[in-house]
């Protein structure tokens, strides 16, 4: 029987595999850096409190691609191009989420509504992060390598998602709820729609080093096929609610330094 903790425990076991799932995260984290750098240069004026929880988001996103290319490094690993159908963030983007890259790259100051975009958008996507890291969290906590990576991210990522609620619920209550459930709703569900894409072609990615069965691959994207399929009957609604966090001013003072890897 398959189990999410085989999978990747397979996953990781195999120096290929292992290469290419850290270059992919590697490749996403260091974007996310790139963006939140870019939008923390450019807030609007009316917004520049903002500005220094931006940039730790940057920081934060650019440690976890620094470890996870320190993991590679401690196993002799190089990293290796990311295959475009794996590249979530380049998806999601040309999909026209988020602020698009032609945006950031102008020296022209964002607008309040941007903010709301890059609020919703970064809300959605560090759902599905904290999600996932809580997963690798609950079955590799205490493996010899991952577990303080993980462990590290994981709390990130929930600082990341708890700083989205609290930002948003503020502007809400500023007059622009309205812009972000619309924008909320729309990132889910492109987001998932992408999500469903990436998995698929991580997968049979996987599958092709890994020597998968051609069975063992069918299982796998009926899987990734049936959580679309509840994401899309109502599972993406998780992704645009919004509540207060216990985790106050998550994202308040400086990143915390990356582990070393010896």
Same mark, same amino acid.
């Given at each position: 029987?398959?189990?999410?903790?085989?999978?990747?425990?397979?996953? =990781?076991?195999?120096?290929?595999?292992?290469?290419?799932?850290?270059?992919?995260? *590697?490749?996403?984290? &260091?974007?996310?850096?790139?963006?939140?750098?870019?939008?923390?240069?450019?807030? $609007?004026?009316?917004?520049?409190? @903002?500005?220094?929880?931006? &940039?730790?988001?940057?920081?934060d996103e650019d440690? +976890?691609?620094?470890?996870?290319?320190?993991? /590679?490094?401690?196993?002799? !690993?190089?990293?290796?191009?990311? $295959?475009?159908?794996?590249?979530?963030? /380049?998806?999601?983007?040309?999909?026209?989420?988020?602020?698009?890259?032609? #945006?950031?790259?102008?020296?022209?100051?964002? &607008?309040?509504?941007?903010?709301?975009?890059?609020?919703? +958008?970064? #809300?959605? %996507?560090?759902?599905?992060?904290?999600?996932? /890291?809580?997963?690798?969290?609950?079955?590799?906590?205490?493996?010899?390598?991952?577990?303080? *990576?993980?462990?590290? =991210?994981?709390?990130?990522?929930?600082?990341?998602?708890?700083?989205?609620?609290?930002? @948003?619920?503020?502007?809400?209550?500023?007059? +622009?709820?309205?812009?972000?459930?619309? %924008? !909320?709703?729309?990132?889910?569900?492109?987001?998932?729609?992408?999500?469903?894409?990436?998995?698929?072609?991580?997968?049979? +990615?996987?599958?092709? =080093?890994?020597?998968?069965? %051609?069975?063992?691959?069918?299982? !796998?994207? *009926?899987?990734?096929?049936? !959580?679309?399929?509840?994401?899309?009957?109502?599972?993406?609604?998780? /992704?645009?609610?919004?509540?207060?966090?216990?985790?106050?001013?998550?994202l308040g003072g $400086?990143?915390?330094?990356?582990?070393?890897?010896?």
């Amino acid at each position: 029987m398959l189990s999410a903790k085989g999978l990747f425990q397979e996953i =990781i076991d195999n120096d290929e595999s292992f290469r290419l799932f850290c270059s992919i995260a *590697a490749g996403g984290e &260091t974007q996310g850096g790139w963006e939140n750098a870019r939008i923390a240069a450019l807030v $609007p004026d009316g917004e520049r409190a @903002l500005a220094s929880k931006i &940039t730790r988001h940057g920081a934060d996103e650019d440690k +976890h691609g620094r470890i996870f290319n320190a993991l /590679m490094k401690k196993r002799g !690993l190089e990293p290796v191009p990311v $295959p475009p159908d794996t590249d979530y963030t /380049m998806l999601l983007e040309r999909g026209g989420i988020g602020l698009a890259h032609d #945006r950031l790259k102008a020296d022209q100051a964002l &607008t309040v509504q941007d903010i709301v975009t890059y609020l919703a +958008h970064s #809300r959605v %996507t560090e759902q599905r992060a904290s999600e996932q /890291m809580e997963l690798l969290r609950k079955h590799f906590a205490d493996h010899p390598d991952l577990g303080r *990576a993980v462990k590290m =991210i994981s709390h990130d990522e929930d600082n990341h998602l708890a700083y989205c609620h609290e930002e @948003l619920l503020r502007l809400a209550s500023a007059g +622009h709820g309205r812009a972000i459930q619309r %924008t !909320l709703r729309e990132c889910a569900l492109a987001e998932i729609r992408v999500y469903r894409d990436v998995s698929l072609a991580v997968m049979a +990615h996987m599958g092709r =080093i890994l020597g998968w069965p %051609t069975a063992k691959s069918a299982v !796998l994207a *009926a899987g990734i096929h049936a !959580l679309y399929a509840y994401e899309r009957a109502g599972g993406w609604r998780r /992704m645009v609610s919004l509540r207060m966090p216990e985790r106050r001013d998550a994202l308040g003072g $400086p990143a915390a330094a990356a582990p070393e890897f010896a």
